[in-house]
Each structure stands twice: as C-alpha cells, then as structure tokens.
C-alpha cells in the first residue's frame, strides 16, 4: 500500500477527473453565475475548484450559513479522544481563489426563475446550480424517539453540539454501564460509521479500566460496511464488549424512552445508560423541497456528471444524491465534486470535459494503530455510477499493515481538508 500525503491525494484526485489537463478562460464581462448550496465537502470543493481554474470566469457564490465547517468524518475520533475539536473544526479560506461566501440559509429555489430564496429575504440568481445539503435525519423512524428525545438520546450523525454532547455523556460513564446504539437502516452517510464509532467508544471505556461495561448495537441490517474486519478486531481488543445485533436476534426495535433510558425490541427491554440513536436518513429539505429528490427521499442524478434528472441546470451531489454504487462519504462528495466543477467549467466557460471518473476510500479506527478500510473506483455505465474496482480490509492482516493504514488516514484527513477548505 502506498501512503497517502495531501500532495499525493490532492494531485491524484485532480488527475482523476482531468481537472489538470483543462485550460485556462480568459476574464470577460458578463460572467456566468454558479451558485453553491451547501459548504461541506461536496459543496466547498465544487466552489473552490471552478472559481479557482476557471480564473475568475465565472462568478462563484457558496452560501453557507457557517464560517467554519466540524467534519463528520473523523467526529469518531474525537469521541475516541484521538483528536480534539480543534482538529475536525476548519475555517473557510476560499476567499483567495474568487468564491464569494455568503453566510446566509437557502430557504428555497425557484427553478423557472433560476434564483436561489435567502433566509434574509434576498435572491441569488444562477446559471447553473450546485446543491450539496447533506442529509436531514428521519426523527420519526425510531419509535418515541424525536428532535426533543434527541439532547438525551444524541444521534451526532451532524457535526456540532451533537456529537460534543455525545462526548460528554460517553466520558461521564461509571464502570459496569450499558450504552445502547441504534444503527440505521441503509441508505445512510457514512456506512462503516456507526461501527467504528462502537470501535471508538470501547477505545474510551478500555482505556479508563472499564472492564464491565457493555456497548450493544441495535441493527435494522442482518450485514453492515466491513463487517468481518471490525467483528475480528472487536474479538482482539475489546472481546465480550461490544455485542452486535441483527434483526434476527432483536426482532424489530418497539420503542424508545428518553425518560427512563430504555431501548425495547422484540427479545427484551435494556436499562441503558447511554443511548446513541442513528436514524433513518434522507436529503437536506432544500433538495426536497425544491422537488429533487424521488419517493426514496434522496436525488436521482445523471451517472455521467452528476445532473439533478429532474433539471438539467442542477448539480446535486455529495449526500444527498442517489450515486449509485458510491457511498455516502466525504472522499466520495470530494471526488464527485472535482467531476462537477469540470462539467462546470465546460458548460459555463468552454473548457474542456473528460468522462467522469469517481473514487472513494472510507477508513475506519478499531483500536490504536489498528485501523482498515474499504474502498473502489467507479464509472457511469448503463445510466448508474458502477464499481469497476473494489478492496476491503481483511480479518487477520498484520500489525504493520494496520499501521500503515492508520498513518494513511491520518495524512488523508489533512489532505482532504486542505483540499476542500483551504
């Protein structure tokens, strides 16, 4: 395996999607305008890609409401204790390249008149569109479980106070607790998320002595993201700790209760002390509301560019779309990304196009310096974006191997923020 640096990352996923082969666009009056919803890694890329190597030909505008963007993607690692908040927090710094940072909501689009709606009450008219929401979270999926239900039972599957609340319910743990954690049922961000947030959350108890306390995960799935890995790293550094159940063994999930920190499913009822709700999840309401998504709550898209189906001046990507074999994850968003901000470019300022390219590789922390990973390549064909080359993580590799692909993580993390960010 070949470590990755952000250099190597960054230069490897321009290349991908021939963003360093395309040429230069000469200044000019009358810019054409795209406008950017959304600022996490889906969004910013797209913004910071075309205002950057279209050299100020068209006219980018990223509205996003916040100033400095909390990952998701390595949270775990902060309820692990492996990063602090500072590390998975980052300022906007796309000023430079031409994106103009509007620090407003998008409460609404108007597809005919090509205009995105302001919480302010002001427009932004468009040519073409990105949206990139993310996800919105289905509170009513889990029985008695709700927004309300959720500043006891945190779900953190958005980066924010959430997961700082999680955190400090996880550290606050006695030896001899039971934490609950409900896990979503497919298509969600992130797949192998829940299961090494688990990875992580053992991490913590182990590393405090708590040689009696249980993790117990909830599945809506009889199978889940680099299942055999993460059950064989489970056995090595945390065996009888972590206890996964399918539907099989639960039965169904019946309720949940805030008020006396219980989970009840088919087989029994759990006391917890802790209780991590994941739920059903689906595209940002801006999407939605605009008439994007289909009867799956997510957005239907062009395999080849990443078009919304329903309106060929709309981009929709990241999360929120319906990508095929890709999953929901930041490097996905981030190499969906770089295919949109060329397809961009071409249409808005006449550079040249590539067919698409996608990739991802999602990684996972087990244990200190054992951490795995998953991950392919990916091609339009036959109107959906279709892995062409896939690896997984296997039970049993080496510790050095393990190593490597814990450092690997760690310089992919600072590469991709760099790139999206910065």
């Not at 509205?63 to 500072?86: I, M, Q, R």
């Not at 002390?273 to 957005?299: F, H, K």
């Not at 930041?330 to 590539?354: C, D, H, W, Y």
Request: glycine share 10%; aromatic share 8%.
């Amino acid at each position: 395996m070949t470590q990755i640096t952000r250099r190597r990352f960054t230069a490897g996923a321009l290349a991908a999607t021939g963003l360093l082969a395309a040429p230069a666009v000469a200044r000019g009056a009358g810019k054409p305008r795209l406008v950017v919803i959304g600022g996490g890694p889906a969004g910013a890329t797209v913004a910071k890609y075309v205002a950057k190597d279209s050299q100020g030909a068209i006219d980018v505008t990223l509205v996003e409401p916040l100033a400095a963007f909390v990952t998701c993607f390595h949270s775990n690692l902060y309820l692990g204790g492996f990063k602090d908040w500072k590390q998975i927090t980052h300022p906007y710094k796309l000023a430079s390249y031409g994106v103009k940072h509007v620090r407003q909501k998008a409460v609404g689009i108007d597809r005919d008149k090509r205009v995105v709606k302001l919480a302010d009450g002001k427009s932004l008219p468009y040519d073409r569109l990105v949206v990139a929401p993310g996800i919105d979270l289905k509170f009513d999926s889990v029985p008695g479980w709700s927004e309300a239900a959720a500043e006891i039972m945190p779900h953190a599957w958005k980066p924010g106070k959430q997961t700082q609340l999680l955190k400090k319910q996880l550290d606050a743990l006695e030896d001899g607790a039971t934490i609950v954690m409900i896990a979503p049922p497919n298509p969600y961000r992130c797949p192998p998320g829940p299961y090494e947030r688990a990875s992580c959350m053992a991490h913590v108890l182990k590393a405090k002595g708590h040689t009696k306390s249980r993790i117990v995960i909830i599945d809506p799935k009889d199978r889940f993201s680099k299942m055999a890995a993460f059950q064989d790293g489970w056995q090595k550094h945390y065996p009888g700790m972590i206890e996964w159940m399918d539907p099989n063994m639960h039965g169904g999930i019946k309720a949940v209760d805030p008020n006396t920190m219980t989970v009840t499913t088919d087989l029994e009822s759990i006391k917890a002390n802790l209780v991590n709700v994941i739920p059903a999840q689906m595209a940002g309401g801006i999407a939605r509301d605009a008439g994007l998504a289909n009867e799956t709550g997510y957005c239907p898209i062009d395999a080849t560019n990443m078009k919304s189906m329903v309106d060929p001046n709309i981009y929709v990507l990241g999360d929120a779309s319906i990508a095929g074999a890709m999953p929901k994850s930041a490097f996905a968003a981030n190499s969906q990304a770089k295919v949109v901000a060329m397809m961009v470019r071409g249409e808005l300022a006449g550079a040249r196009t590539f067919p698409a390219r996608y990739a991802n590789t999602c990684w996972s922390v087990i244990e200190t310096d054992d951490t795995i990973k998953v991950g392919g390549r990916y091609e339009a064909k036959d109107g959906k974006i279709t892995e062409i080359e896939g690896f997984v993580s296997k039970p049993g590799e080496d510790a050095a191997t393990r190593r490597q692909t814990s450092e690997e993580n760690i310089g992919w993390y600072s590469g991709i923020t760099a790139d999206i960010f910065s």
